[in-house]
């Protein structure tokens, strides 16, 4: 199952230029000169086989060695992909920069005149938020009901070989635990992303605004549901986690709570391939003139291409420049407090659990 995570992320970081859009590459704003320019198609290439020949030597050290490391150091491993892949394209983000610093200045054009687009507006039904919360509901329900099964004394960690080496008293919270403390922040955090998410703003694009705020709205839209559907899946995944050490499945069994993770994967890559970055590749039809204005150079409001921070703008997020999805305006104050959600859910419910309890 390792393994499988490992191609994944391979194959995702190694196609993550030709989803972001084509002005917009390894966090870079390009002039339009550079866009498409056969510099910027000759360092796409070159990163999609470093990415590849880089993560293939991890997968293949990560198989030769598995028989001999600890089960705490396999769990690391996508990690080290991660790590090692950012390196690599910092890299590129260097050469993209270089490259652009070569070219000369543009000249403004005014905005030419644009085309029939259709309508630009929110196409989400927010009662779907609810749905996480019900799946959470007949979670408790379940545990409940199997409560009186569970012995005093209950399994909470196994090896990889199925044996239980970790073990708790039965309470509430021993039972509950992973629900009340796991399962309840995250929904919190990831459905107010999904909230958050339907008023992003597009990349600045003066040579398209329409199409591209079209284009942009579909997308959040698309990624309103995604999240809510990725929500449900990490929740179906922590109750199979604790069905185990409850014992309503053989220990194991235990490999069964990644499974639903492992099965959403090839969706996330599909969406990511149909839609690309702000949903660039969406609604090729729409017809809207090309101006030849530049948009504005904001490449300063982001850390190696990859952190925000931009205290003129009030947004909350954005846009990520190099992947699928948004990241945070780290000079908003409002962006800590949404990261910090998790843990202050985390104590409301710790709270009122030991009060109940």
């Known amino acids: 199952m390792v393994i499988f995570i490992l191609v994944f992320l391979a194959i995702a970081f190694a196609m993550i230029p ?19 320019s056969e510099g910027v198609i000759d ?16 997968i293949a050290l990560f198989v030769i060695l598995l028989p001999y490391v600890a089960v705490v150091m396999i769990s690391t491993v996508p990690l080290l992909v991660v790590l090692a892949v950012f390196f690599l394209y910092y890299w590129f983000h260097r050469k993209v920069a270089d490259l652009k610093r070569s070219v000369q200045d543009e000249h403004q054009y005014p905005a030419a005149s644009t085309a029939v687009i259709g309508d630009i507006q929110e196409n ?13 509901l007949i979670f408790f329900a379940v545990g409940i009901l199997y409560y009186p099964s569970i012995p005093q004394t209950f399994p909470t960690h196994f090896t990889v070989s199925g044996t239980p080496d970790q073990y708790a008293t039965k309470s509430v919270l021993s039972v509950f635990g992973i629900l009340f ?5 995250v929904a919190v955090l990831i459905e107010t992303i999904s909230v958050l998410s339907l008023r992003v703003a597009p990349f600045q694009n ?14 959040n839209s698309i990624i309103f549901y995604a999240l809510l559907g990725i929500l449900l ?10 069905s185990v050490t409850w014992g309503m499945l053989p220990s194991s069994y235990g490999f069964v709570s990644i499974l639903p993770v492992i099965f959403v994967l090839p969706f996330i890559l599909a969406i990511s391939f149909k839609t690309g970055q702000t949903g660039w590749k969406l609604f090729p039809q729409a017809i809207e003139t090309p101006s030849e204005k530049s948009s504005p150079d904001d490449d300063r409001f982001w850390k190696a291409g990859v ?12 846009p990520k420049r190099f992947g699928v999805g948004y990241t945070f305006n780290f000079a908003h104050p409002v962006s800590w407090v949404v990261l910090a959600l998790p843990l202050i859910v985390f104590a409301i419910v710790f709270l009122m659990v030991s009060k109940v309890v």
Do not use: C, H
């Open 124 to 136: 989400v039904n927010r009662l779907w938020l609810l749905v996480p919360w019900f799946e959470i």
């Open 233 to 242: 899946v990490i929740e179906l995944s922590l109750f199979l986690s604790i």
């Open 307 to 318: 952190l925000y921070y931009n205290r003129e703008d009030r947004s909350l997020i954005v």
């Open 18 to 36: 030709y989803l972001t859009p084509p002005y917009i590459q390894f966090g870079i704003r390009l002039p339009q000169s550079l866009v498409d």
């Open 43 to 58: 360092i796409r290439r070159k990163y999609r086989n470093y990415s590849v020949l880089l993560s293939a030597i991890i």
């Open 181 to 185: 403390f796991a399962g309840v922040p």
């Open 206 to 219: 003066s040579r398209s605004p329409r199409k591209t705020a079209k284009q942009m709205a579909a997308f």
